[in-house]
């Protein structure tokens, strides 16, 4: 058993789950916590199974989020993930332009990552292509 990102070569994938509204964002086995915890930040829910050898963890949009709050989330993480230094590859069924040009305008003006304005952070400090 392994992510999506152990499979194609990222450091995270970003996809709607098959025959269902669940936003995951995948990361490597054995991702560094720095990766997992900016994820966290960005407003993702990490989860977690553990097995007889890795655990395996992943994180998800919130499920209380509509579609278009989920997109927005995972679109707005991209780019701060980019300027961390990370390789994203998002699904085009999870795409929000008009979200990816607000959180890369964010990127250039501030220096901390938060979850887009649809999103509330939480207790927290929103084909295919790679972006």
């Given at each position: 058993m392994g ?5 194609e070569g990222?450091?995270v994938?970003?996809y709607?789950k098959?025959?269902t509204?669940?936003?995951h964002a ?14 966290d930040q960005?407003?993702f ?7 007889p050898?890795?655990v ?8 209380h989020?509509?579609e ?13 993930l980019?300027k961390?230094g ?5 699904d ?5 332009a ?6 890369a305008t964010?990127?250039r003006?501030?220096g901390?990552p938060?979850?887009?304005l649809?999103v509330?952070?939480?207790g927290?400090?929103a084909?295919?292509?790679?972006r």
């Amino acid at each position: 058993m392994g992510s999506r990102a152990d499979d194609e070569g990222t450091d995270v994938t970003i996809y709607r789950k098959p025959l269902t509204d669940t936003v995951h964002a995948d990361t490597p086995t054995g991702a560094p916590e720095q990766l997992l915890a900016l994820l966290d930040q960005l407003g993702f829910e990490r989860r977690t199974l553990p097995t007889p050898g890795p655990v395996y963890v992943w994180h998800e949009a919130p499920a209380h989020l509509d579609e278009d709050a989920k997109k927005q989330l995972a679109t707005h993480a991209v780019p701060w993930l980019h300027k961390a230094g990370y390789v994203v590859r998002i699904d085009d069924d999870v795409w929000d332009a008009a979200a990816y040009t607000d959180a890369a305008t964010a990127v250039r003006d501030h220096g901390a990552p938060a979850p887009p304005l649809a999103v509330p952070a939480m207790g927290r400090p929103a084909g295919t292509r790679r972006r």
